[in-house]
Each structure stands twice: as C-alpha cells, then as structure tokens.
Nanobody
C-alpha cells in the first residue's frame, strides 16, 4: 500500500506561480524506481495527466502546460514536485500525484488516490 500526500495548492491570480509537493511512502513502495506523475481534475471533468517523470528523470507534459509547468523529483526525499508558472484560470483543478504504470501512456498505478491539493486561479 502506498501513501500519497499532496500539498502546496492555493488561490493565485492569473499569471502567478505555485509549487506543488507530493510525498510518497509505503512499506513495499520503492520510490526511486517508479515513474511518477501529476494529474488534475476540474469540476465536471475527467482526471487528466498534467506531467510525468521517469525514474531516470525524463519528463513528459500535457500540451496545455508545456513551457509553463516543470515536474521534478528528489529520490532522497521520496518527493515529486510540480512548479507551475504563468497560471491560467483553466488550470483550476484538484491536483493529484500517483506512480505511473508506464512512461508511454502514463496510466496511474494505484487506484487509491491521495486527497489532492486544490489550485484555484482567479482574479
């Protein structure tokens, strides 16, 4: 069983920045061999991939966030980050992290999600 704890969300004006954090832990979960990803879900919408990072550090981004968001990881801290710049109202959503089954489709590995962290972009 893995525990995923997201934090760092909040209310920000358009054009602003936020940094999200995801701490992963679990008895049999080995963080540094897992691809990790951030997903988001807006009201009335399906959850979607935002960004992913492989165990080697290669990254993948949704077209809507390319050039604005940066995913990174610290294997020593079992933590994955999402730096979000130039935020837009359409980035408003609950953001979740998860390990990824693979680094091609980036399907989430675990069915049990954390509580997520709310990001609201509004003036």
């Amino acid at each position: 069983q893995v525990s995923l704890v997201e934090s760092g969300g909040g209310l920000v004006q358009p054009g602003g920045s936020l940094r999200l954090f995801c701490a992963a832990s679990g008895g049999f979960f080995i963080f540094n061999i897992n691809a990790m990803a951030w997903y988001r879900q807006a009201p009335g919408e399906q959850r979607e991939l935002v960004a992913g990072i492989t165990s080697e550090g290669s990254t993948n981004y949704a077209d809507s966030v390319k050039g604005r968001f940066t995913i990174s990881r610290d294997n020593a801290k079992n933590t994955v980050y999402l730096q979000m710049n130039s935020l837009k109202p359409e980035d408003t959503a609950v953001y979740y992290c998860n390990a990824a089954r693979d680094d091609s489709n980036w399907r989430p590995r675990y069915a049990d999600w954390g509580q997520g962290t709310q990001v609201t972009v509004s003036s």
